[in-house]
């Protein structure tokens, strides 16, 4: 960590600085006893902190590659030590980044057009998008488009020949917001951005881009291919969770959409990709890159705040006062981030083969870098509101629910559990407090909290009648304004409500064999379809609760539950049919009464599960 006192040295001492830094940090960087520097050991150290089995760490520093390293094993269990040069880590979403340089060379060579309607491109049979207005490249690259987040499942039979086409063509989810409307973070629009790919060089999506990154970053032991049984990849890294004091080697996960996410790659190559990027040159040449990495760097999309915003393919921050040009991913037993600063030719690559209770690795350990080699120039910014704090109130206050998630597969059922929303309340003081955290104005629409000594922002977007409709908070939270009564708690009430009459009925049922025969169809269609409701909501409350993982194609025991829960809706359709017919039968009022509360309360379920998208066979 630097001292406070370098901060405020003049330009001419940091750069003697930073000469004796890179001796004392960096001097041992292609020795044979890697640990053998005060660095290694600190990295090494938070690795047994955070129970990281293995991780890569790359930095360029003034367009140089000064540190590219490999920490740990291939597996853990067989003690193969990992290579900076070869060893394969997955970097998942990082994937992102390269197939949008790779569209842009495209746009470069006259193949494409930002501004053209993507269907264009592509064959009738292979996209049907219904939207308000046309889906362009710009929309799909700044993550405008409207598609919905998604999560792909798809039969891996898929896999070998055709997969972004049958992915585009089967699998695309339905748009949530019209296209420009509002940033939104899609998997499932850049599965459009391969499929171009493929059409447009007529190779394989994964082919081309292993030429594309050789051709331009020298990363040749990079790969987009996945490491699965029928394919294995030499010097593929296992992945691990950490449980009872010992790693658990993890299955590696199947990735259906190769353009968001397939990316495996080395420290070196990362480093390579860095050093590009910055010097904008191809590696070991003197021709520039065939796009234009500015333009990708360039706000295309301002989130709601003044601080983050979307380039095509790069995600831009400011760190410490400066512009950082970033992009993570995150998957089953991988974590990955890299940070590119272009005011000061700087960059650094993290990533480790644990996810859960690790999470804080890649970014500490980035953080503790930057500390120690960019100069603070921090940013302080001031706001004072003149409108009155009722039209603050009116314009802020409200709910607010998740909608960048999946809103056509059941994914949407999380709202049940209260796990999508955010309460805004704005204070007498012009702050607002979301949950339970305060942040403090700094900019029309714009809010800033303290967490950590990081700074975190919100901003909303607002409506021309002055009412906030959307809430972003950070890269993946937006949250739509919605009225009360499509909160989780009114839902909770009408389903907890609707299953109580349920499974008093079913009590009822059994313990009390009195009934006419009249009344017999009723109570037979009555009983089963609570059991069926009751059981396949249960099945899967235990499946959510087990984070069972969605791999290969939706797993049966998910389909179970999904199944159940329609027989029983169907049966509940026939216990209408008996209740009509019987009606004039059920002379007594009470019989009656009951009759129809159960009726009324199991369609308050079946619409819920409707809302949820539990219910009908769209979810898979």
């Not at 060579?109 to 993507?118: K, R, S, T």
Request: hydrophobic share 40%.
């Amino acid at each position: 960590m630097i001292p406070c006192i370098f901060n405020n040295m003049l330009p001419i001492y940091r750069h003697c600085y930073f000469v004796v830094l890179f001796i004392f940090l960096f001097g041992s960087l292609y020795s044979s006893k890697p640990d053998s520097s005060s660095l290694d050991v600190r990295i090494m150290q938070k690795m047994r902190d955070y129970h990281v089995p293995a991780a890569l760490v790359s930095v360029v520093d003034r367009g140089e590659i000064e540190w590219a390293k490999a920490y740990g094993y291939e597996n853990t269990d067989q003690q193969i030590p990992l290579d900076a040069s070869r060893s394969l880590f997955r970097v998942a979403s990082i994937t992102k980044s390269f197939t949008a340089m790779a569209i842009m060379e495209m746009v470069d060579q006259g193949h494409l057009d930002l501004q053209e309607d993507i269907q264009a491109y592509l064959d009738p049979m292979d996209i049907q998008l219904e939207s308000f207005e046309t889906i362009t490249l710009h929309h799909i690259l700044s993550h405008s488009s409207g598609i919905e987040y998604s999560d792909f499942r798809i039969s891996p039979e898929a896999m070998e020949d055709g997969l972004l086409k049958t992915l585009v063509r089967t699998s695309i989810p339905k748009q949530v917001f019209t296209p420009g409307e509002v940033y939104s973070y899609s998997n499932a629009a850049y599965a459009i951005l391969g499929l171009l790919i493929e059409e447009v060089s007529g190779q394989r999506y994964e082919s081309y881009m292993d030429a594309f990154v050789r051709r331009n970053f020298g990363m040749k032991h990079s790969t987009f291919y996945q490491d699965i049984p029928e394919h294995p990849l030499d010097h593929a890294v296992s992945c691990y969770k950490f449980e009872n004091d010992r790693f658990i080697q993890l299955q590696r996960q199947f990735l259906r959409n190769p353009s968001a996410s397939t990316l495996n790659t080395t420290a070196m190559d990362m480093a390579r990709f860095m050093q590009c990027l910055i010097i904008g040159k191809r590696f070991n040449s003197d021709a520039a890159l065939p796009f234009d990495i500015s333009a990708m760097w360039e706000p295309q999309y301002r989130l709601a705040s003044d601080k983050e915003a979307m380039g095509y393919g790069f995600f831009m921050d400011r760190i410490k006062g400066k512009k950082v040009i970033h992009h993570g991913g995150g998957i089953r037993g991988f974590i990955s981030d890299y940070r590119i600063f272009p005011q000061d030719s700087f960059g650094i690559f993290v990533v480790q083969n644990i996810r859960y209770g690790a999470g804080n690795f890649v970014y500490e350990l980035q953080d503790e870098w930057i500390d120690s080699l960019i100069v603070s120039n921090e940013y302080a910014p001031s706001f004072e509101p003149k409108e009155p704090i009722d039209q603050w109130k009116n314009r802020y206050d409200g709910l607010y629910q998740l909608h960048n998630i999946n809103q056509s597969r059941f994914e949407k059922a999380r709202r049940l559990f209260g796990l999508t929303e955010r309460r805004v309340e704005v204070l007498d003081n012009y702050d607002i407090r979301i949950n339970k955290a305060v942040y403090k104005p700094i900019q029309e629409h714009n809010f800033l909290v303290k967490r950590s000594d990081k700074d975190w922002q919100s901003g909303f977007v607002v409506s021309d009648e002055d009412k906030a409709i959307y809430l972003h908070q950070g890269l993946f939270g937006i949250y739509k304004r919605i009225p009360w009564y499509q909160s989780y708690r009114a839902l909770q009430v009408l389903i907890v409500s609707g299953f109580l009459v349920l499974v008093l009925h079913l009590l009822i049922s059994f313990f009390n064999q009195r009934h006419q025969t009249a009344r017999s169809n009723l109570r037979l269609t009555e009983r089963w379809s609570s059991l069926f409701l009751l059981g396949g909501f249960a099945w899967m409350i235990v499946l959510y609760a087990m984070d069972v993982g969605i791999d290969r194609g939706t797993p049966f025991s998910f389909i179970l539950g999904l199944i159940m829960i329609n027989i029983g809706a169907i049966i509940v359709l026939i216990q209408w049919i008996f209740l009509f017919r019987n009606w004039s039968r059920l002379a007594h009022w009470k019989n009656r009464s009951w009759h129809l509360l159960w009726s009324v309360s199991s369609m308050v379920i079946l619409a819920i599960f409707y809302h949820l998208n539990v219910l009908g066979f769209h979810y898979y």
